[in-house]
C-alpha cells in the first residue's frame, strides 16, 4: 500500500523524470531549473587570501567559542586559526569584518533529492554548503555534481547514491528493482563507478539483499544507508546486524522494538501500520537497540522537518518561499493535491512523535545523529528547511551546539570526509558561514545568515536568495 509519504516523495522524483513519462503518470511537467553562475552576482567575490576577523569562532569540534578570532584563508584552504592580534595576516588578504558575529562551519543537509537542480542556489543561501543526494536519477546527479565542483554553476557541494535498491516494489522510477545477490553486486559496482559516495536501500528490500549490497560497498569503503519505513523483513536491528551503516528517517525502530505478538502484526513486505510499532514499545527491546547503534556507530538521520511536514502539523511559516522557482511552487501544488490517507497520516504523526524520544534517548548514550531533511517536500524549501530540521533536534533534546554538529561535524563523519569538512581547523576545506547572532547558544539564530564562503568565493547570502526574485 502506498503511504501519503510515499506518494509525496515518488512525486518529488518522478517529477525529475522525462516529460513524456510525466505525462503518463499525470505528473506536472516542470520548467528547466535555472540554473545561475557567480558572476551574475554583484557581490561575489574571489582573492587568493581572505582573512576573516572579529567574529565569534564556533568551530565545530565542540571546543569553547574563540571571541575575536581570525582565520586566514588561501586558495580554498585555512592555513590559519586564533585570536585577531595574535596571527599575522598576510598583507595582500581580502579582510572581511564579522564583529558581532558568529563564524561556523557551513552546513550540511545529508538528506535531499536535488531532481534536476531546480533552486541550488537557495541552498548557499541558506549556509548550506553541502548536500547529500539520496535518490535521483544518476544521468541527472553526475552533471550537478560536477557543475557545482567546478563553480560553473552556483550551489552547494553535492554527494550522491543514484538509484536506490528496492527488491520488487518501488514508488519513483530512480528505486531499482534488484532481482538477486548477483544483480546486486553488479549494480552496486555501477553506482560508485560513476561517483556514488554512498548506496542506499528502500522499500521492500530483503536480508539477502542487503548484505550483498553492504559486502560489495564495503568493499570499496562505501557507506550503506538504509529508508526501511515500515519493512517487515530488515528491521533497525536487522539492518545494524547486517552492516548498514545509516539509517534514514528513523526507520526500522518501531518494528524493532514492538513487543512480542502485537496486534500489529502483518504479512506484507512493507506496511505504514509497521509506525504504530511505538505505541507497543518493548522499552527492553528499545534500550538494546539504542546499545547496538552506539557500539557499532551507526549514524540515524532523523529528518523531523519532513516528518513534522507529512504529520499535518503547521510548521513555521518560512519567508524564504517567495523566493521559490515556479517549478518547484507547481511541484508543491501538485502533491498536496493528491489524495489524503487519514490512517497513514495519523501513523506518521506517530511516528513524528515518538521518534523525537527515540533521538533524545539515542543522543544521551553518545550516538550518532545527523542533519537531513527530505527537501524539497511540500513545506521544505531547499536549504532553509535545513534551519527547521536543527530547531526540531533542539526541540527533541538535542543542545545547540550538539544540533549545529549533526550539521557539519557528524555529517562530514558520515560523509567519510571529515579530514576535509565539518570543522574549522587549518588544512580544511574553507566552506565556512558568517550569521549574526548566536546560534551554538539560541539555535533560532541559524535563520540569519549572511555570508557564506564556499570554494573561494565569498557570497552576499541576501543576494543569492535575490536571485530568483529578480524574474
Same mark, same amino acid.
Given at each position: ?23 503518463? %503518470?499525470?505528473?506536472?511537467e516542470l520548467p528547466p531549473p535555472e540554473l545561475y553562475r557567480s558572476e551574475e552576482l554583484q557581490h561575489a567575490a574571489r582573492a587568493n ?33 586564533? /585570536?585577531?592580534? %595574535? ?59 560536477? %557543475? ?72 570499496? =569503503? ?61 522499552? =527492553?527491546?528499545?534500550? &538494546? ?54 490512517? &497513514? ?15 533524545? /534517548? ?28 536543527? %530547531? ?13 554538529? &549533526?550539521?557539519? /561535524? ?17 588544512? /580544511? ?8 547572532? &548566536? ?30 526574485? =529578480?524574474?
Amino acid at each position: 500500500m502506498r503511504t501519503s509519504f510515499q506518494l509525496a516523495v515518488s512525486a518529488v522524483l518522478l517529477a525529475s523524470g522525462m516529460a513524456a513519462q510525466n505525462r503518463q %503518470e499525470g505528473l506536472p511537467e516542470l520548467p528547466p531549473p535555472e540554473l545561475y553562475r557567480s558572476e551574475e552576482l554583484q557581490h561575489a567575490a574571489r582573492a587568493n587570501v581572505i582573512a576573516i576577523l572579529g567574529g565569534t569562532l564556533v568551530d565545530g569540534t565542540g571546543s569553547p567559542p574563540v571571541d575575536e578570532s581570525a582565520i586566514v584563508i588561501r586558495g580554498n584552504r585555512i592555513v590559519k586559526v586564533g /585570536k585577531e592580534g %595574535e596571527i599575522a595576516i598576510p598583507p595582500d588578504a581580502m579582510r572581511i569584518r564579522a564583529d558581532g558575529e558568529t563564524v561556523l562551519p557551513g552546513l550540511i543537509d545529508m538528506h535531499v533529492h536535488l531532481n534536476q537542480g531546480h533552486d541550488l542556489h537557495l541552498f548557499l543561501a541558506a549556509g548550506v554548503t553541502t548536500v547529500r543526494d539520496v535518490g535521483n536519477f544518476t544521468s541527472q546527479i553526475v552533471p550537478l555534481e560536477r %557543475e557545482t565542483r567546478s563553480q560553473e554553476i552556483i550551489g552547494p557541494r553535492i554527494f550522491f547514491s543514484g538509484e536506490s535498491f528496492v527488491h520488487q516494489y518501488g514508488f519513483s522510477p530512480w528505486q531499482r528493482p534488484t532481482r538477486d545477490v548477483t544483480e546486486a553486486r553488479e549494480e552496486v559496482r555501477k553506482r560508485i563507478a560513476s561517483g556514488a559516495s554512498v548506496i542506499k536501500i528502500v522499500n521492500d528490500i530483503t536480508p539477502e539483499l542487503v548484505q550483498t549490497i553492504v559486502d560489495e560497498a564495503h568493499r570499496s =569503503r562505501i557507506p550503506v544507508t538504509a529508508d526501511i519505513l515500515g519493512n517487515r523483513l530488515v528491521t533497525a536491528e536487522r539492518a545494524i546486524s547486517l552492516g548498514v551503516d545509516g539509517l534514514e528517517h528513523v526507520s526500522g525502530v518501531p518494528q524493532a522494538i514492538v513487543v512480542d505478538h502485537s496486534p500489529l502484526e502483518f504479512s506484507e513486505p512493507i506496511s505504514f501500520k509497521a509506525l504504530f510499532g511505538w505505541l507497543y514499545a518493548d522499552s =527492553r527491546k528499545e534500550t &538494546a537497540l539504542i546499545d547496538s547503534i552506539v557500539k557499532r556507530g551507526t549514524y540515524v538521520v532523523p529528518t523531523l522537518s519532513v516528518l513534522e511536514t507529512q504529520s499535518g502539523i503547521p510548521a513555521p511559516n518560512e519567508p524564504a518561499t517567495d523566493a521559490m522557482s515556479d517549478g518547484l511552487r507547481s511541484l508543491w501544488n501538485w502533491m498536496r493535491g493528491l489524495p489524503d490517507n487519514t490512517e &497513514a497520516d495519523l501513523a506518521f504523526l506517530t511516528h513524528f512523535i515518538y521518534s523525537q524520544q527515540f533521538v533524545a /534517548k539515542l543522543s544521551r548514550a553518545g550516538g550518532h545523529i545527523v542533519a537531513g531533511t527530505d527537501t524539497p517536500s511540500p513545506g521544505l524549501v531547499p536549504g532553509f528547511s535545513l534551519h527547521r530540521e536543527l %530547531e526540531l533536534l533542539v526541540q527533541a533534546g538535542l543542545s545547540p551546539m550538539q544540533a549545529l554538529q &549533526a550539521a557539519t /561535524k557528524t555529517a562530514a563523519e558520515f560523509l567519510g570526509k571529515s579530514g576535509e569538512l565539518g570543522t574549522l581547523e587549518v588544512g /580544511k576545506i574553507a566552506d565556512l558561514i558568517i550569521v549574526d547572532g &548566536a546560534p551554538h547558544v539560541r539555535i533560532s539564530d541559524i535563520r540569519r545568515v549572511q555570508t557564506v564562503l564556499t570554494g573561494g568565493t565569498v557570497f552576499s547570502a541576501s543576494e543569492l536568495l535575490s536571485l530568483s526574485r =529578480r524574474r
